[in-house]
């Protein structure tokens, strides 16, 4: 004979299940709004952008920079410079920060960390001009530029993760009878990932700030339409590169983040 427990416990059970239900229902809710929230409102920033430039009188010059033709083509040379870049940055960095952290490496950590702060520290301006004048300009002078700005968080990071690692974890793997290279692969990297990815992301964003700059070198991209509207002096064009930058800049800092939490190990 089974025995039903008291109308009351049932009740209480069955509220207990609708509060975490509905407790569910709403992290899944703030889960979606974070992910989409963002680029909402940026996409309704950038069209009330564009429905005040339409309802403006533009002169031949505003419209040689304000079209979507010419929009278009400096987006996706801004996308090339700070992608490019960024992987290259990518390729350098963090070999080189696995490396540094070695035993055998210590001795030439210093000066290799005062070459980074020193890519950094000189205004990439600068960097652009010299290297225009010892080597070319264009597309790949900026890169260069670009990559030497943006380095150092990625280098930083890579190197500090790392070190962050526990020594006995890194101890018992070597315990378990695993090479240096093993412990490398399978323990410190998959706990720097985190760390790594910051930096990856930081790196990112400098690079898609600092590529407006590369119109002074003749490598395109917004910063067209930023010293387009400078020279001739017009406030529409102005306007429209500078939101332009900041609303890719902040669209791609969102999607760093979502690739941050997604890429990181689970239960890290």
Avoid: C
Avoid at 149 to 157: D, G, W
Avoid at 176 to 182: I, L, Q, R, V, Y
């Amino acid at each position: 004979m089974v025995l039903a427990g008291p109308p009351e416990d049932q009740g209480g059970v069955d509220a207990l299940s609708l509060v975490a239900g509905g407790t569910d229902i709403f992290r899944r809710s703030r889960g979606v709004l974070g992910l989409v929230g963002l680029p909402i409102a940026l996409a309704a920033a950038v069209a009330v952008l564009f429905l005040w430039v339409g309802n403006k009188q533009l002169d031949s010059i505003e419209q040689r920079r304000v079209n979507p033709e010419f929009i278009t083509n400096a987006l996706a040379e801004h996308m090339a410079l700070a992608f490019t870049s960024t992987i290259l940055v990518i390729l350098i960095a963090v070999p080189l920060g696995i490396i540094l952290t070695r035993p055998g490496a210590r001795a030439v950590m210093p000066p290799v960390i005062t070459l980074a702060n020193m890519g950094q520290a000189v205004p990439s301006i600068g960097v652009l001009v010299l290297l225009a004048l010892v080597w070319d300009i264009g597309f790949w002078p900026a890169i260069v530029a670009l990559v030497a700005y943006a380095i150092l968080p990625v280098l930083r990071n890579t190197m500090v993760g790392l070190q962050q690692v526990d020594a006995s974890v890194i101890e018992a793997g070597r315990g378990m009878g695993m090479t240096k290279g093993a412990v490398l692969r399978e323990i410190e990297l998959p706990l720097a990932v985190p760390v790594i990815l910051a930096g990856v992301r930081t790196a990112l964003v400098i690079n898609v700030g600092t590529a407006t700059l590369a119109t002074f070198v003749n490598a395109g991209g917004l910063g067209d339409i930023i010293n387009g509207g400078l020279v001739a002096n017009k406030q529409t064009v102005i306007v429209v590169g500078s939101v332009l930058t900041a609303a890719v800049a902040m669209f791609i800092d969102h999607l760093g983040g979502i690739a941050e939490s997604r890429l990181s190990p689970k239960g890290l």
